[in-house]
């Protein structure tokens, strides 16, 4: 075994064949969770190598190849043995970016890649040998189609797949970055040279008669890696001035409570998990230095901000036990479920249900000795601002990704004003703002996309809770105005209730036809037939009639929006009630998180492209969210389809005995002979979660909980079978 650091130049130049054996699972790589970050990367170690560390490299992981005997004179050929994904992935980069650069005309640069994808045509015995990987068989077809599509690469004539999805999105990647200024060429000289030399795989090599498995296994037992916090530590007290004894008591005073339970936690934020404290240290750095970089980068940037700025950590440690102490005290704050909320707490609840940590630097950077002078009521407004811009932006699904940024360029901006100026900069920045990631949503945005909306399937229901509370609260008079004894609604503990049922076939029957029925699915889910109960109503009360429920909520229930619903109609609740009361809720929701008069959102401008992600079965089960084997049941216990059963293979395919599906969906549609939406139709038999929740959690781990779903069918494609959809759970 023999095992090196390398650069893609060292494994892909000399003429040679990496094969994927026949048994690896195809290709399962995706845009959110490996294409987008590793495009990043790259990015992001460009502007490093540019700005203040010219000798800086990326690790990518590790690949294992084991050498394959041949007869003299064949080319070299290793069997993939471990890190298949991550060398397709390089390799279709590679492919890619030769294609760009031969599209501009750029030969010589095209031609330093070429050798990286290709081997020379001296050395081929047949067209298989053209490229230096060859994949599994499943993948084959999909990789040579696009690899050898000539150039400019037409995407719609390529074999559908993963592969050239990876393909067009590094190709579109890269023309964007590019650019067509005068400075294009030579940032497509650095792309090169970066891509070519600066990643960095620690290669091992076998021999042919070694143990490939064994070395496999050892190699993915799991250990106990050093978090960020761990090494910004071990630098800290290694360079702290003073004896021992000082170090002892520094690291008592400022540092212990890093290494209790609270700050070890693990948070999860975007794709990965951090302890508490190193996503603290991230956060409060951030602050500090007003840059924008990733989280793993946290113990590198704190050294360079030590060594250039700080240069005295007997000083430091101090300003971040009081960052900390804050940091902890909003959030401890902010989980009571009881009583009122300071307006950061209660800043920091709301924006936390829509799995956000972007907001916590811009906390901290106020809450700074430098904007002491910054008067009460501005810091207050800079956070209602800020969370109407939040919460807007949610309502209609807005972009996500590059918020992370887009808040540290509003810190830079505001790091530039007068301090008695602050709030007004913020709001001026947000309503000039037209960019994707940037824009201020205004009311004619966010009663469109709530007008007519299933809410109670198109949003996360912590989420959905969250707008329900604030409801609730704006009209006890919480935060402002004139707050009532009754004091602010319990927080989280609530459910959501329906008030038509979601049962009402078989509980609120009605003379229909079959697309009326269909028409009322979807309005039992909007926004106006939804509330909140404190106490889970009994199913008598829940699908009982309209008037049974009626006299419940006014005898028995203190929540004043029930009241509100209840007040608007005495014999009927119906279709138009839902639709008036949801009118009434989106003024309310406006109201609530206000735009400056007259702000138009986007319109008039260029319309933002919207989030929308594709997740498949084989991309849950790779990143481990769905085990291979998996039994599915459909969601209804006492439909007709109960007994029907079905398994999940390593590939992404829905088995029903030993037919093969392609998606969820397809799965359903055999099984019902009807358009229905398998990803909410199919339950996992061991927990009773369905696939659509489960997609839900994976993309909210991803940072994309806001995204639209790129469905093989709508949502709005149910089951409409008589007695399917049962009670108010039903349809998660």
């Known amino acids: 075994m023999k095992t090196d650091v390398v650069k893609p130049k060292d494994v892909f130049y000399n003429p040679t064949r990496l094969v994927v054996p026949l048994f690896q699972r195809p290709y399962v790589w995706s845009k959110e969770t490996q294409w987008a970050p590793l495009w990043q990367d790259i990015v992001r170690l460009i502007e490093v190598i540019s700005q203040h560390n010219q000798t800086a490299t990326h690790f990518l992981g590790a690949i294992v190849i084991q050498q ?41 640069l095209a031609g330093q890649i070429l050798p990286l994808v290709e081997n020379p045509s001296d050395y081929r015995d047949d067209e298989n040998d053209r490229y230096k990987l060859w994949p599994t068989n499943r993948d084959r077809e999909a990789f040579t189609s696009v690899m050898s599509a000539p150039t400019p690469v037409d995407y719609l004539t390529v074999v559908k797949s993963r592969l050239g999805d990876a393909h067009e999105f590094f190709a579109g990647s890269i023309n964007t970055w590019l650019g067509d200024d005068e400075a294009a060429e030579r940032r497509a000289r650095m792309l090169v040279a970066t891509v070519m030399d600066r990643l960095e795989i620690a290669s091992i090599r076998l021999d042919a008669n070694e143990d490939a498995q064994a070395i496999f296994e050892t190699l993915n037992a799991r250990g106990t890696p050093l978090s960020a916090a761990d090494l910004i530590k071990n630098f800290v007290f290694q360079n702290l001035a003073g004896t021992p004894h000082d170090a002892e008591k520094a690291y008592l005073n400022y540092w212990a409570e890093f290494e209790t339970p609270w700050w070890e936690k693990e948070i999860t934020t975007g794709r990965i998990k951090n302890s508490r404290a190193s996503l603290f240290l991230w956060q409060w750095l951030t602050a500090r230095t007003l840059l924008d970089f990733p989280i793993r980068e946290v113990f590198t940037q704190f050294k360079h901000y030590v ?14 036990k009081a960052a900390a102490d804050r940091y902890r005290s909003i959030i401890e704050g902010s989980e009571n479920v009881n009583g009122p909320l300071s307006r950061v707490e209660l800043f920091s609840y709301r924006v936390g249900t829509l799995d956000s940590e972007i907001a916590r630097p811009l906390l901290m950077w106020l809450d700074e000795p430098e904007q002491a002078a910054v008067p009460v009521a501005d810091r207050e407004r800079i956070l209602s601002i800020l969370e109407s811009w939040f919460v807007r932006r949610a309502l209609v699904k807005a972009p996500s990704q590059g918020s992370n940024r887009f808040i540290v360029d509003l810190m830079q901006h505001l ?119 404190t106490q889970k109503l009994n199913s008598k009360v829940n699908n009982g009639p309209w008037t049974t429920k009626r006299e419940h909520f006014l005898n028995h229930d203190d929540v004043l929006i029930t009241k509100d619903a209840i007040n608007l109609v005495r014999d009927r609740w119906d279709e138009s009630s839902i639709e008036q009361r949801t009118a009434l809720l989106i003024d309310q929701i406006l109201g609530i998180w206000p735009a400056p008069a007259g702000h138009a959102g986007l319109r008039g401008a260029a319309a933002a492209p919207s989030t929308a992600v594709s997740v498949d079965i084989a991309q849950l089960v790779a990143s481990g969210w769905l085990e291979v084997g998996s039994e599915l049941t459909t969601r209804h216990p006492t439909s007709r389809h109960a007994g029907v059963r079905a398994s999940v293979a390593q590939d992404g395919r829905i088995f029903i005995d030993d037919a093969p599906y392609d998606s969820p969906s397809a799965a359903a549609v055999a099984v019902t002979g009807t358009e229905t939406n398998g990803w909410w139709w199919w339950v996992i038999a061991a927990t009773g ?39 108010e759970d039903g349809a998660a």
């Open 68 to 108: 394959v005997p041949t007869t003299l004179g064949a080319l070299p050929t290793w069997n993939v043995i471990d890190g298949q994904q991550r060398l397709t992935t390089l390799q279709l980069l590679l492919d890619s970016l030769h294609t760009e650069l031969e599209r501009r005309g750029w030969a010589q």
């Open 307 to 320: 060594n250039t700025v700080a240069k005295d950590i007997g000083v430091l440690l101090p300003q971040i």
């Open 415 to 533: 790091s530039t004003q007068p301090k008695d100026l602050l709030a007004d900069a913020a709001e001026a920045l947000l309503v000039a703002n037209h960019s994707a990631v940037g824009y201020w949503p205004g009311d004619d945005e966010v009663r469109e996309a709530l007008t007519g909306a299933t809410a109670y399937w198109k949003y996360l229901r912590g989420r959905l809770r969250m707008v329900l509370e604030a409801l609730e609260d704006a009209k006890r008079g919480y935060p402002d105005g004139k707050q009532l004894a009754m004091g602010p609604v319990v927080r989280v503990k609530g459910t959501i209730e329906h008030l038509m049922p979601q049962g009402w076939r078989k509980h609120w029957p009605a003379q229909l036809t079959e697309e009326q029925e269909a028409a009322r699915d979807r309005t039992v889910q909007q926004l106006g037939n939804l509330t909140l109960v």
């Open 689 to 727: 979660k369905s696939l659509q929740d489960l997609r839900a959690d994976y993309l909210a781990s991803l940072g994309e909980a806001d995204a639209e779903v790129l469905d093989e069918l709508s949502d709005d494609a149910i089951e409409r079978e008589s007695g399917e959809v049962d009670s």
